[in-house]
């Protein structure tokens, strides 16, 4: 049942190859600011970057190891042309590293399309009225690359395919209130990443037919601690599965791989450019983005409304927003008794030995 979802994040790449066989374009996006909404009208599939899972070898010599791990490790797959079967990449403006990255990959790698979109961090109605000029620049701009115009009627479609994906996620994310939830932390984590990485009106479809089995389903996960976990881009599920093997389930997250990533609607009323910029500048926000009181209410919701008992900090080494907001929301959590946890990892390689035992001995604490 589960297993569809997982096969589409591990052959992500021969699944873009088997689409462009078929005629389609496919782009590439690194955040979850980018709207894939226009993307998606204008006839192109948008696939979330994700990074690789070998050792990084190319990058270092344009990006000094300091820089966060995610980023090295997406530059070091593009310098290895692993993205070569794409059409374009578009780049948000999320923190100073992200910037660097789309410059240098302009000056390095080769690509057909590179995009860029500007979220802006001020929260004002001028910067409001900017992001909707921003979205509409970079419509414009596909409309430029594709030599016709991206309808109103072909955005409206959007809007509903996309709308209808993130209802649906948050379907599967409400199962896991339950005091013994259907699906494990780290399956919920391959459901999202996947809707990432395939076109959505498939993923719909994947989705209401997990939602019409879920429910019956026998191997249920081993009851744990009731986790929720907190951070940036989790594209490495092993330490949500040494979580969940060491005494933990993780039942909510704050990641922009997960509930950051769909849980705000865009509204379908308004005029399709308005509806979509309001949405991506609206949402629950990333620590590069936003000060941090609405992530946290975001976060305390979680807590209340999944009976989260405790909060793991899984944060990549480097990420300067993630951690400069980390004091701040570890202080509140604190305020009001809730244990946390902090583990800063840095790739794939980061060891795990370690941190399994500094995660054990964390739950024999609670």
């Not at 308005?274 to 926000?285: F, K, L, M, N, V």
């Not at 305020?335 to 946890?341: A, G, Q, S, Y």
Request: net charge negative; proline share 5%; charged share 30%.
């Amino acid at each position: 049942m589960i297993k569809v979802f997982e096969d589409l994040v591990s052959n992500r790449h021969d699944n873009v190859i088997k689409w462009k066989k078929l005629g389609k374009k496919v782009f590439g996006y690194f955040c979850s600011y980018v709207p894939e909404e226009i993307i998606h009208a204008a006839g192109i599939i948008p696939v979330r970057i994700m990074g690789g899972f070998d050792d990084i070898t190319l990058a270092d010599v344009h990006l000094p190891s300091y820089v966060c791990s995610f980023a090295r490790s997406c530059y070091d797959q593009g310098l290895k042309d692993r993205y070569n079967h794409l059409d374009g990449l578009v780049f948000p403006y999320t923190c100073d590293t992200m910037v660097s990255v789309y410059n240098i990959w302009k000056a390095d790698i080769k690509t057909d399309y590179i995009g860029f979109v500007d979220p802006l961090c001020a929260k004002t109605e001028t910067s409001k009225k900017y992001f909707r000029e921003e979205v509409a620049r970079f419509k414009s701009s596909l409309e430029t690359l594709l030599g016709r115009e991206i309808s109103d009627n072909s955005l409206k479609d959007s809007i509903s395919i996309y709308n209808e994906n993130r209802r649906l996620l948050k379907e599967v994310y409400e199962f896991r209130r339950n005091s013994i939830p259907p699906i494990s932390g780290v399956e919920a984590l391959e459901i999202v990443r996947s809707s990432m990485l395939t076109p959505k009106e498939e993923h719909n479809q994947l989705l209401k037919n997990l939602l019409e089995k879920i429910s019956d389903r026998e191997n249920r996960p081993e009851p744990g601690l009731r986790i929720l976990v907190s951070g940036s881009v989790i594209y490495d599920s092993e330490i949500l599965k040494m979580i969940e093997n060491s005494g933990g389930l993780v039942v909510a997250d704050d990641l922009c791989t997960g509930t950051r990533y769909f849980w705000d609607q865009v509204n379908e009323k308004a005029p399709p450019i308005t509806g979509i910029a309001d949405r991506y500048y609206e949402r629950i926000p990333c620590p590069c983005n936003y000060a941090p009181e609405k992530r946290l209410e975001h976060i305390f919701n979680l807590i209340k409304d999944y009976n989260v008992e405790a909060v793991i900090f899984t944060l990549q080494k480097f990420c300067d927003p993630h951690l400069f907001d980390y004091p701040f929301i570890e202080e509140r959590l604190r305020e009001v008794e809730i244990p946390t946890l902090l583990i800063e990892t840095e790739h794939v390689t980061s060891p795990l030995g370690p941190l399994k035992t500094r995660i054990e001995a964390f739950f024999e604490t609670i």
